[in-house]
């Protein structure tokens, strides 16, 4: 059931990102005092909204983990952290490319952009482990290091926040107005990369599956095979 | 909890009598700390007053490279003759070993900061326009911050393939923010511009927070099979 309805959603996925591409381009507003370089926004906020869920998932994940050993939510915590690191890393070049025309410079310690690469650090040292570490203890390892992580966040921001921040307020939740038609099409954005980011994450969830069946399978025969030799 | 106690003591004075008669992780520290400071010292060769703002940088980014030399070395030793299985199959509580580590590496670092500071005193020109006493109290939580994670991620790393490389790759995106405490700190007494105060704060709450982590994971980490 779930294997014929991967192409369906596939095809509606990307329907969704085309219309949230021309919505961005054409459809949106121009900003009046920044042009039209703020339409790097729509693919900035959501790609950063996306990340940021994806850690918290892994997060989850991951003390789900260490409570109950269960090798789902291992694969779920590797699967978000790699999905999450590349739209991680859509946030942090969009950034500096919107900020160079608009502040003037490519980059500048403010709280977010700090707080973001911190994040992006941190989830690329996890990676690393997991991909370094002998395959037996990886889940725990990583687990322990997504704690870790999720520890550091609020102390990164305070950290952070003590410098004068020069980032724009956030649109959702923070004082910052926007013209409704903006955040609408922001939303839609949003919306066609939770799709995109969860059929890309199920697709590597069910390799990773796949991937551990087969090498559960092949220790075993390795095993057998050695156990028949004289 | 005095079980806790004698067993780390005892494993601290253990670990403490092995560097007295080997000084191994001392020596490398203090002459890998040296050349960091000789060669910042001409990359640079800043004024009075610069000196002052760039010094807090220089004397922790020398520090944590010279942390890093004596944390990989922690638990090498108790590889050999399988001492940390012997200590995984006995009833003696996981924390003990792990306080004793961190304070035995808590103790290096110390030394090699009294070492170091003189030296950078003098090539530097330093003199602190702030309260100076407070550099104790931003150093020592400052090197707390570094060895309690040091110690943990280092045990973690044990489990890898090349362990020596991927204790830095851990511990340094998660130490961000207590470094930059302690650089912020130091600048600020060191220039006397501004309090210190918020870093401070921030570092004891960065301590109490991933202590209490480590104590409560550690158990897990040293018997993952």
């Known amino acids: 059931m779930l294997r014929r309805a991967f192409p369906i959603l596939g095809v509606l996925t990307a329907a969704l990102l085309s219309y949230g591409l021309y919505e961005a381009l054409i459809g949106a507003p121009i900003e009046q005092s920044m042009g039209e370089v703020q339409r790097i926004f729509y693919y900035h906020a959501p790609s950063a909204w996306t990340a940021f869920l994806l850690f918290t998932v892994n997060f989850v994940a991951s003390v789900v983990y260490l409570i109950r050993r269960s ?17 991680c890393t859509v946030v942090l070049v969009t950034g ?18 700090t707080s973001t690469l911190v994040l992006w650090l941190i989830y690329v040292s996890y990676l690393m482990l997991r ?5 037996g203890q990886t889940p725990l390892m990583a687990a322990v290091l997504a704690v870790f992580g999720a520890l550091d966040v609020p102390l990164v921001y305070f950290s952070i926040w003590f410098f004068r ?23 839609i954005n949003w919306a066609a ?7 890309v994450s199920w697709s590597r969830y069910r390799l990773e599956l796949l991937q551990r069946e087969v090498e559960e399978t092949e220790a075993l025969e390795a095993l057998l095979d050695s156990g028949g030799a004289p | 909890m005095s079980a806790l106690a004698t067993l780390t003591r005892a494993s601290l004075s253990k670990d403490l009598r092995l560097e007295w008669r080997s000084k191994d992780a001392i020596n490398s520290m203090l002459f890998f700390a040296l050349l960091v400071v000789v060669i910042f010292s001409f990359s640079f060769d800043p004024t009075a007053e610069e000196s002052r703002r760039i010094a807090g940088g220089l004397v922790w980014v020398a520090f944590l490279f010279a942390a890093v030399v004596a944390l ?7 590889l050999r003759n399988q001492v940390l299985d012997a200590y995984r199959v006995s009833p003696a509580p996981a924390n003990a070993l792990f306080l004793a580590k961190a304070l035995g590496n808590f103790i290096f670092v110390i030394v090699l900061e009294a070492f170091m500071t003189p030296l950078f005193i003098v090539f530097y020109n330093l003199r602190a326009l702030g309260a100076a006493y407070q550099l104790l109290i931003v150093s020592a939580l400052g090197t707390w911050a570094l060895v309690v994670n040091g110690t943990f991620f280092a045990a973690m790393s044990l489990r890898t393939r090349s362990r020596e490389i991927m204790l830095p790759l851990l511990l340094f995106p998660i130490s961000i923010p207590a ?12 220039t006397g511009d501004y309090s210190p105060k918020f870093w401070i704060v921030l570092l004891a709450a960065y301590n109490v927070v991933f202590t209490t982590a480590c104590l409560l994971l550690f158990d897990k980490v040293l018997n993952a099979e």
Do not use: Y
């Not at chain 1, 991909?131 to 395959?135: A, G, H, K, M, V």
């Not at chain 1, 990369?193 to 059929?199: E, I, P, Q, V």
């Open chain 1, 71 to 87: 090798i789902k939510a291992d694969i779920l915590a590797l699967v978000t952290a790699e999905v999450g690191v590349v739209f």
């Open chain 1, 96 to 113: 500096p490319l919107w900020a160079r025309p608009v502040w003037g410079i490519w980059w500048t310690w403010d709280i977010r952009l």
């Open chain 1, 131 to 135: 991909r370094f570490s002998s395959s």
């Open chain 1, 165 to 187: 921040t020069q980032h724009p307020q956030p649109v959702i939740g923070g004082g910052g107005s926007i013209d409704p038609k903006m955040l609408q099409v922001a939303l």
């Open chain 1, 193 to 199: 990369f939770l799709c995109f980011a969860g059929l």
């Open chain 2, 72 to 78: 990989n070395q922690t638990w090498a030793r108790e």
């Open chain 2, 179 to 190: 470094l930059l405490a302690t650089v912020e700190g130091t600048t600020a007494i060191l």
